[in-house]
């Protein structure tokens, strides 16, 4: 069950969270973990109507994204950081 949740993470970029905290725990799964991985196939099935639709000739209609990021910037730990933002509209 928990190698089809990550094959849908690659569209559904909205459960990954849930689906890889699940998959830590296959090891030794618990009835809990079960519960859980049943409760996001029972959300992606109600929400298999929703999503953005794009319009196709529109001349209104513009996609902008900016993307930023940092190599190596925490004086700490040496770990690099990045970031993206786009606007539909």
């Known amino acids: 069950m928990i190698g ?5 993470t ?9 689906v890889f905290l699940c998959a830590r725990f296959q090891a030794d799964p618990k009835e809990s973990h079960l519960t859980a991985v049943k409760r996001i196939f029972r ?4 929400t ?3 999503g953005i639709w794009y ?4 001349t209104s209609f513009k ?11 925490c004086k700490v730990d040496r770990k690099s950081t990045s970031g ?6």
């Open 43 to 46: 959300y992606l099935l109600g």
């Open 10 to 18: 690659a569209s559904r970029p909205n459960i990954m969270f849930s």
């Open 63 to 73: 996609i902008v994204g900016f993307s930023d990021s940092d190599f190596a910037g």
């Open 55 to 58: 319009p196709r000739h529109s």
């Open 84 to 89: 993206t933002c786009q606007f539909i509209g």
């Open 48 to 50: 298999q109507g929703l």
């Open 4 to 8: 089809s949740l990550l094959y849908l």
